[in-house]
């Protein structure tokens, strides 16, 4: 999907879409969503370059990450988007050229939509393809400390969970936890991202000075975030520890009582045994008593380690 826009008195506006061969020149913002072949010819042309591939925007290496160019640059920057309610960090390009700003993703990017809300709804002084990719930045950010701080909360309720013993099984909240961790490691994984994209700019987009102290700004919000998610990741860790230990205890209780019960009926079983053999010469066999006195033998027997295992306080 292909969208431009351009500015009217510092209001964002879309260009209505056209077979026309020029309709993008006074484009300042060319979006494109998993774009088909004839968008991406379309825009090429326009901008007189080749546009990356998807794949090529999900490479890691630095070379991959960032392209100069004679009158502009290629940053490449990470998205934490929700997809079915799954968590996924998207990758969108992003073209500097002249004046006019190139974003190509896979999927739609909330933070992107919400940009082009707020500026279509109210002006922004400045339309530089560089102060919109900062603004970017800073709505990803505030996003990353949203959920910092949900998930957060959703780590101290979990704890609660495993040190009150509530009605949530241990199971249900490993796998909470684990989706936690999962979650903590994207946030910090973009935040990284964020940290390295805002370096590049800071160093190679000869930003206005606005620009500078956002950017400055921004990255020691991203320290501050970054300092509190391996906090996060440490908790998770100590609280995946705990749950697995409870787990254990769990466990070796209720070996215990088979193991005990085995030990206390282990003497009854031998007397029992005995008497249970069909040898001739078996005196006990005449006894008018024997029969009550073995049980007794039994339950004594029975007795007396559960007593003892009592006193030593192994139960």
């Known amino acids: 999907m292909l969208t431009a826009y351009n500015v009217i008195n510092n209001f964002l506006s879309p260009i209505p879409p056209s077979t026309v061969s020029g309709w993008l020149e006074d484009a300042v913002w060319i979006d494109l969503?998993?774009?088909t072949e004839e968008e991406r010819q379309t825009v090429e042309m326009f901008i007189g370059m080749s546009l990356p591939k998807i794949q090529e925007t999900e490479e890691l290496e630095a070379s991959s990450h960032y392209e100069v160019y004679p009158d502009g640059f290629q940053v490449n920057c990470s998205f934490l988007n929700k997809i079915e309610n799954t968590f996924k960090n998207i990758n969108v390009a992003f073209l500097c050229k002249c004046?006019?700003?190139?974003s190509i993703c896979s999927y739609e990017i909330p933070s992107i939509n919400s940009l082009k809300s707020q500026w279509q709804l109210s002006a922004r002084l400045s339309s530089d393809p560089k102060s919109t990719i900062i603004a970017l930045l800073e709505m990803k950010i505030e996003k990353l400390a949203d959920l910092s701080e949900g998930g957060y909360l959703s780590i101290e309720k979990i704890s609660r969970q495993i040190f009150e013993r509530g009605n949530a099984g241990l199971e249900k909240t490993i796998d909470d936890l684990s989706m936690q961790d999962d979650l903590n490691g994207k946030i910090r994984l973009c935040l990284m991202d964020g940290q390295r994209d805002l370096i590049f700019l800071l160093r190679r987009g000869r930003l206005t000075n606005d620009d500078c102290n956002n950017s400055n700004e921004m990255l020691e919000d991203i320290k501050t975030l970054l300092t509190h998610n391996a906090f996060l990741s440490e908790r998770i860790d100590f609280l995946l520890n705990a749950a697995l230990g409870f787990i254990s205890i769990e466990?070796?209780?209720i070996i215990?009582?088979?193991s005990i019960a085995?030990?206390?009926?282990m003497p009854p079983t031998v007397i029992a045994s005995i008497y249970g053999m069909n040898f001739h010469f078996m005196p006990e066999l005449t006894w008018r008593w024997g029969y009550p006195l073995s049980i007794?033998?039994?339950i004594l027997a029975g007795i007396s380690p559960y007593i003892y295992?009592?006193?030593k306080g192994w139960l």
């Open 33 to 35: 969503v998993n774009p």
């Open 262 to 265: 085995a030990v206390v009926l």
């Open 309 to 311: 295992f009592k006193r």
């Open 296 to 298: 007794l033998f039994m």
């Open 251 to 253: 466990q070796n209780k």
């Open 256 to 258: 215990k009582i088979f």
């Open 99 to 102: 004046n006019c700003l190139v």
